[in-house]
């Protein structure tokens, strides 16, 4: 009872005023900006649509505005993974095709770029160099060798989203159904089943370096469920309303994602701690003209980057932990507690927001 007492009594600490500040990140001049990935020196990398209407990869170092990224002569490209020293991974689209592409350079200069070919959609990497992603199955490679990392029994297709420190693997894969089911993979016991709540899919989207797996899973009634697992056991993360997606976690368990609250027209963005969700909306100062929409990353520090509206504009964000008077002057946040241009023939991750976005739109029509 004392836990829980301590718990709630943190809770409504949390609840009693801001906890974040909001860093505007800005856009490209287009109508649409997503801050993807943060890594621990605070860099950010993600896309955001150009005046002509086109997603350009990004990086943001040290909050300033967002810099587009070379790409390869491509019509969009995106920024999906970063490492501890600044390398990016992403995807750039050359004549309607992908390719995987490294971006390696001095953050704040224009990185030089690397093709990793055709057909190729990388969706992240790790300190170690390890490049994840899917060109009809799931793959890392690492030194100029591609290892292939198969599919579940049955399927056909699987694709990586996520890499931790140790280079295990989680992602999707097709099943004997049609379906799709997120998967753990590691060199001594391959790729592994996750489950669902009952319904038809799974999706893992990213692991920490203590191999804690986060991801959305079906209910039998079809909306979605934001979930962490730890070995065989799922999680039930909860909703603020409708159905629920995880995207980012720190290696201190934190989760960030977002939700669709009950009779809203967009989703809000939150924060998984302590085993309550939180809208991080309801941690941010009032009257500043944000709503936080959706949460993707979250570094070791407890900044958060995502999508916001900005006076009813799209902008990228980094949420910057602040302290609450009270028990948040001795708990930090992180110690206790689509866009419409994307290619129909991309893969993993890119693929898993489009259908997740088509759920969501589902799931608030019947809301």
């Known amino acids: 009872m004392k836990a829980i007492g301590l718990l709630l009594t943190f809770f409504f600490a949390l ?9 505007d990140l800005g856009t ?36 300033v505005a967002l810099q587009p990224l070379a790409a390869l002569s491509a019509s969009d490209s995106f920024a999906m993974g970063i490492d501890s ?13 992908p390719h995987g592409v490294i971006w390696n350079g001095a953050i704040g200069n224009t990185p030089g770029t690397a093709d990793l070919g055709a057909g190729i959609f990388v969706t992240g990497l790790n300190d170690q160099g390890a490049v994840i992603g899917g ?3 799931a793959f890392i490679l690492l030194n100029g060798v591609y290892q292939d990392l198969g599919v579940l029994p049955g399927g056909d297709w699987s694709s990586a989203s996520g890499i931790n420190q140790s280079g295990t693997v989680v992602g ?5 159904s049609g379906n799709f089911r997120g998967f753990v993979w590691n060199p001594q016991s391959g790729m592994v089943e996750l489950g669902t709540f009952g319904g038809l899919n799974s999706h893992a989207t990213g692991i920490n370096t203590s191999g804690e797996v986060i991801g959305h899973a079906s209910l039998a009634s079809g909306y979605e469920r934001a979930f962490s ?11 603020l309303g409708g159905s629920s997606y995880a995207y980012g976690i720190n290696d201190s368990g934190t989760i960030v994602g977002y939700s669709w609250p009950a009779n809203s027209d967009n989703p809000h963005a939150f924060v998984y701690l302590n085993g309550i969700m939180i809208d991080l909306n309801s941690l941010i100062p009032s009257g500043v003209g ?5 949460a993707y990353g979250i570094d070791n520090a407890g900044q958060i980057v995502g999508e916001g509206l900005l006076n009813g504009q799209s902008h990228a964000f980094r949420l910057d932990p602040a302290f609450v008077p009270g028990i948040l002057t001795t708990f ?5 507690p689509e866009p419409g241009t994307l290619r129909l023939g991309a893969f993993g991750l890119l693929l898993v927001l489009i259908w997740g976005r088509r759920i969501k739109l589902q799931a608030r029509h019947s809301l």
Do not use: C
Request: proline share 2%.
């Open 172 to 176: 999707d894969s097709s099943v004997s």
């Open 15 to 23: 609840r009693a005023g801001p906890s974040y500040s909001v860093n």
């Open 290 to 294: 944000w709503q936080l929409l959706e």
């Open 85 to 97: 020293a600044g390398v990016i991974a992403g995807t750039a689209y050359v004549n309607g095709q």
């Open 332 to 336: 930090s946040i992180t110690s206790v």
């Open 229 to 239: 697992a730890v070995g065989a056991i799922m999680t039930d993360l909860g909703t």
């Open 28 to 63: 490209l001049g287009g109508t649409s900006a997503i801050g993807f990935k943060i890594n621990n020196s605070g860099t950010v990398v993600g896309w955001a649509d150009t005046v002509y209407g086109y997603p350009q990869a990004f990086q943001s170092a040290s909050g």
């Open 135 to 137: 060109n009809g199955h």
